[in-house]
Nanobody, 123 residues
Framework: QARLVESGGGLVQAGGSLRLSCAAS????????VGWFRQVPGKGREAVSC????????NYEDSWRGRIDISRDNDRNTAWLQVDKLELGDTAVYYC????????????????WGQGVQVTVST
């Protein structure tokens, strides 16, 4: 059974860092693009970043520039999202998802989703 499991979330002070993990099981991550999304309380889910099957990285908001890095290790069937300089507005549930090959910022096309991991940024 295909599954994605996020981990690495938690409570962190503003200005701090987190490294979120997305572990795949039941399928091989290699042919898939891995996207990270987040859902801020009271808002819809939005795309954060994505790494294609070939390793091309895309960040979907200018506000993330210089603050995040997405990576993957196909041998470990795992992807990561490093988030630095966390802000109060980054408090959200973060999800990873996969779709064939190419990245897209929209949810249709993502075939597997994780259950999400809570990130809470405090003062």
């Amino acid at each position: 059974q295909a599954r994605l499991v996020e981990s690495g979330g938690g409570l962190v002070q503003a200005g701090g860092s987190l490294r979120l993990s997305c572990a795949a099981s039941g399928f091989t991550l290699g042919p898939y693009a891995v996207g990270w999304f987040r859902q801020v309380p009271g808002k819809g889910r939005e795309a954060v970043s994505c790494i294609s099957s070939s390793g091309l990285k895309t960040n979907y908001e200018d506000s993330w520039r210089g603050r995040i890095d997405i990576s993957r290790d196909n041998d470990r069937n795992t992807a990561w999202l490093q988030v630095d300089k966390l802000e109060l507005g980054d408090t959200a549930v973060y999800y990873c998802a996969v779709r064939p090959a190419m990245c897209k910022s929209i949810e249709p096309g993502y075939v597997y989703w994780g259950q999400g991991v809570q990130v809470t940024v405090s003062t």
